[in-house]
């Protein structure tokens, strides 16, 4: 399991993102060198874990437990071969491209080491946003629109992570596995539960102590509202 590259974005100003400040970072290109991997300021709004890379929009990105997105190279190439076209690393705005890595099967609250320093820990997946597929140009086939086409396909979502060591890392350092904890809620099924399956929300909550703020706060309300999940016209 290896890290291929450490991809970060600078702000942009462009028409397809819902930012208050009209821009975004998800333009993440592989930096060459060691970079350093820390948790954001906890006196900021916002801020990514990764250092030279921006976050433009604190409403969904960035912070403290979304602080580092990763996602696997297998899965970038299973979406060059759909969209018929080259996707280098970073291309999802991922700042994590990883090799090896079963990213989307990790379990909430398992933690990764890489290189010799740095440990992150996972809290949940991506939710797909405007800026996204503006940022792809990818309006779908079938008149499925890129979000919907991402959030339904088989691939995954990437691991949201939140950083417990700091450290610097590198293209080329090894990623290895350190822990994982005693539940079944992994990266892929936390998705379908917050996208396409919301009654299967309440059995998230087990993972709750390690869970991403917003992707928690779902699975509250939703458990709060349908107990179980068996409501009538739960799913969202």
């Keep these: 399991m290896t890290l291929l590259s ?48 921006t976050v433009c929009d604190p409403r969904f990105h960035g912070g403290a437990d979304r602080a580092v997105y990763a996602f696997a190279r297998e899965d970038l190439d299973r979406w060059e071969r759909e969209l018929g076209r080259e996707l280098a690393n970073g291309s999802f705005g991922e700042n994590l491209t990883t090799s090896g890595l079963d990213v989307n099967g990790a379990l909430i609250g398992e933690r990764w080491r890489i290189g010799e320093d740095v440990v992150v820990e996972v809290t949940g997946g991506r939710i797909p946003c405007r800026t996204f597929q503006g940022h792809l140009e990818e309006k779908g086939v079938d008149a499925k629109g890129w979000v919907r086409r991402f959030t ?15 450290g610097e890392v590198r293209a080329g350092d ?5 822990h994982r904890p005693d539940h079944g809620v992994t990266v892929a099924f936390l998705h379908r539960a917050a996208t396409t399956e919301r009654r299967l929300l309440p059995e998230t909550l087990v993972a709750a102590a390690w869970m991403e703020s917003g992707l928690l706060a779902l699975a509250r309300q939703y458990a709060e509202k349908y107990g179980d999940g068996d409501g009538a016209g739960a799913d969202g």
């Design 6 to 53: 450490v991809n970060a974005g600078r702000a942009k100003a462009v028409g397809y993102t819902d930012s208050a400040s009209g821009t975004t970072g998800i333009d993440k290109r592989p930096v060459d060198g060691p970079v350093r991997i820390q948790a954001p300021d906890p006196g900021g709004v916002g801020g990514s874990g990764v250092a030279g890379d």
């Design 152 to 166: 339904q396909a088989e691939a995954g979502p990437g691991a949201l992570l939140r950083v417990i060591e700091p």
């Design 174 to 178: 090894p990623v290895t596995v350190v």
